[in-house]
């Protein structure tokens, strides 16, 4: 293309990509991420403890939005219930439909944008080890946050444990909030959509979405505002890394011997190149073809094989004359 490309998200594959070698990847990085926020669950204690920390921090910066975004949410179902919705699908399924159509239409940057979300999430799996960290939904209620995804439980699939479907609370670690991976995810999007989108439409959609994500984060008491600005650093430090990852890759699969080598072409024991493997002709000798293609104007002039050709010219009455 013309115009120069942000490193990491462009990037010619070195091989074809199949979609039953990129799925299983991805499915296991996906995989990976589930596992690592549910085992890594950390302590309940300092996790609350993290938790009023960072709520201290943005009041001292007056970045504490997630309270008066918290209490419209509640009061007002018609903005709680689709925020709710939102949550709760659209980072499982934005993200992946973009895969798709990455890999099914910009082949050529897929796999630098599949690197880029998979480095920045087990970035992110990092920072739910070291950080484990409590929403203000799942502090005291003397702090004024309301969880409204318990409050509206009764009109979608989740109950009051974070976004997973009733009775699957037990599966995902709810003290995994810092750094925030919804936020992280929709930035994806939003860059992807606004690079490659092609159309006004793709790129609005690529501004609104990750925005719109970070107000539903807070105003759903799932995460604070400095938990959004940790998704976008891991996003960024995933995109730095992002070219360091394709090269080691690359470093790796040069190493890794092919699984079926072309057979190399044998010559002859002299090594002849020909094509005749060593078999050649005589200056003097021509091919069955050639000897066909002469044999027959010197029969039709009375000249046998042996013949020598009749002479023309000065030679023709040399050969004419009678011998002395």
């Not at 991420?33 to 302590?43: E, H, I, M, T």
């Amino acid at each position: 293309m013309p115009h120069t490309e942000t490193p990491g998200t462009e990037g010619t594959p070195a091989t074809r990509l199949r979609w039953w070698t990129e799925l299983p990847l991805i499915l296991l990085v996906y995989a990976c991420y589930s596992a690592g926020r549910l085992l890594v669950r950390g302590d309940v204690t300092d996790a609350v403890n993290h938790g009023l920390a960072i709520l201290r921090i943005e009041q001292a910066l007056y970045l504490n939005a997630e309270y008066p975004l918290n209490r419209l949410f509640t009061r007002e179902p018609w903005l709680g219930i689709p925020a709710d919705f939102w949550y709760a699908s659209l980072h499982y399924l934005v993200t992946p439909a973009l895969l798709v159509w990455l890999f099914r239409s910009r082949a050529v940057r897929f796999r630098a944008a599949r690197t880029w979300l998979m480095t920045s999430t087990f970035i992110g799996l990092i920072g739910f080890t070291l950080l484990p960290t409590c929403p203000p939904r799942l502090l005291d209620a003397s702090h004024g946050f309301v969880d409204t995804m318990a409050q509206y439980s009764s009109y979608g699939w989740w109950a009051g444990e974070a976004s997973a479907p009733r009775g699957l609370g037990g599966l995902t670690n709810q003290y995994a909030a810092m750094p925030s991976l919804h936020v992280g995810w929709a930035l994806w999007c939003g860059v992807i959509l606004w690079r490659h989108g092609g159309t006004r439409l793709a790129r609005i959609a690529g501004v609104i979405y990750p925005l719109v994500t970070v107000v539903v984060v807070m105003g759903t008491a799932n995460h604070y505002f400095l938990d959004a600005v940790a998704g976008a650093a891991v996003m960024g430090a995933g995109l730095l890394l992002t070219p360091v990852v394709l090269r080691t890759t690359d470093r790796v699969k040069a190493l890794v011997p092919p699984r079926f080598a072309p057979a190399p072409v044998t010559s002859s024991a002299s090594g002849s190149p020909i094509v005749s493997d060593g078999c050649q002709t005589s200056a003097g000798e021509q091919f069955p073809g050639q000897r066909q293609q002469q044999l027959e104007p010197r029969l039709a002039s009375g000249t046998g094989p042996g013949d020598s050709p009749p002479a023309r010219g000065e030679d023709a009455e040399t050969a004419a004359a009678p011998a002395r």
